[in-house]
């Protein structure tokens, strides 16, 4: 029997549901770098949602709570470099950053991006968003591939042999920009924009339209252009992710060069669902079914060879 049927078959897919591809593709861990994976991602969702949920609510973001959403992200930068220069700690989240090794540039460069979110509403070009998305993703990520890579000797960890920061790269804005064409929907209706706007005024469109497009409107041409140019640099970023996976994975131990392919299948199921031409681009054509996600990952562990 394939040894990892038995995790794959009590992983319950019908109720994954925040950070879905994260949680399932780490399922495969032995449980001490899972529960450390989940604690990492709690506190950096903890700050995402705090500035997320304020726009979904209000719209947009007084002065006032500007001040205090920044000096509470910085406090969090914080409290993480105390884990590197202090020799005690009884914080959860300090005790894992040292345990594991777990750089500070991801969590400073996640903090900086959150930053932007609290003072930005939007991007001036796909550069600046690929610049913001080195901290909203490729920050978390890089923490997923660093967990991949540490080795463990006489019961103690040891960093990854290999550049983090550059491996995690090209999956975290492949997966970003999926996910944005993915959440398109729920993101505006959110009050929140992650296309840039040079790409929307070049297509004749506005930030209204594309509220419109998201409550059920009619879809221009220039929206459908719009989407295949985030569609085609996500295609180059694939491309660069099946080769960083080609090339890290000899250095991993199975089951975590499984994670990595699992990860990387479920962002492709939604890459291969964006219908161009004839797609609404709403969530519920977006979004895996549980059933289509289980049947994805039931395909990865077959095709998977250690």
């Known amino acids: 029997m394939n040894p990892y049927l038995n995790q794959f078959n009590q992983i319950n897919f019908e109720h994954v549901t925040k950070h879905p591809n994260i949680l399932i593709a780490a399922a495969f861990w032995d449980e001490e770098r899972f529960q450390a994976a989940c604690l990492c991602y709690k506190y950096m969702r ?89 901290g909203a993703s490729v920050a978390p990520a890089s923490i997923f591939v660093h967990l991949c890579g540490v080795t463990k000797q006489n019961g103690k960890y040891l960093p990854p042999a290999f550049d983090v920061k550059a491996m995690a790269t090209p999956c975290a804005i492949f997966s970003y920009l999926v996910h944005i064409i993915r959440d398109f929907q729920k993101d505006q209706q959110d009050n929140l924009n992650y296309f840039a706007e040079e790409v929307i005024a070049k297509n004749g469109l506005t930030t209204a339209t594309l509220r419109q497009i998201a409550d059920g409107g009619e879809i221009p041409q220039g929206f459908r252009e719009m989407i295949r140019e985030y569609y085609n640099l996500a295609g180059e970023y694939r491309q660069k992710t099946a080769a960083v996976i080609q090339k890290i994975g000899p250095t991993l131990e199975p089951p975590y060069r499984l994670s990595l392919q699992v990860i990387f299948d479920l962002y492709l199921l939604v890459f291969e669902k964006i219908d161009l031409e004839n797609g609404r681009f709403t969530a519920s054509e977006l979004t895996p079914t549980p059933e289509e996600t289980k049947q994805r990952v039931y395909e990865t562990i077959l095709n998977f060879k250690n």
């Open 46 to 134: 903890a700050i995402d949602d705090m500035v997320d949920c304020h726009k979904s609510a209000h719209g947009l973001i007084s002065e006032s709570d500007k001040k205090q959403f920044t000096h509470t992200v910085k406090n969090w930068v914080n409290l993480a470099r105390e884990a590197k220069n202090s020799k005690v700690s009884e914080e959860e989240l300090l005790q894992t950053i040292r345990k594991f090794h777990i750089p500070m540039w991801p969590l400073e460069v996640f903090a900086q991006s959150m930053i932007y979110d609290i003072n930005h509403n939007s991007f001036a070009s796909i550069a600046d968003f690929i610049h913001y998305a080195q």
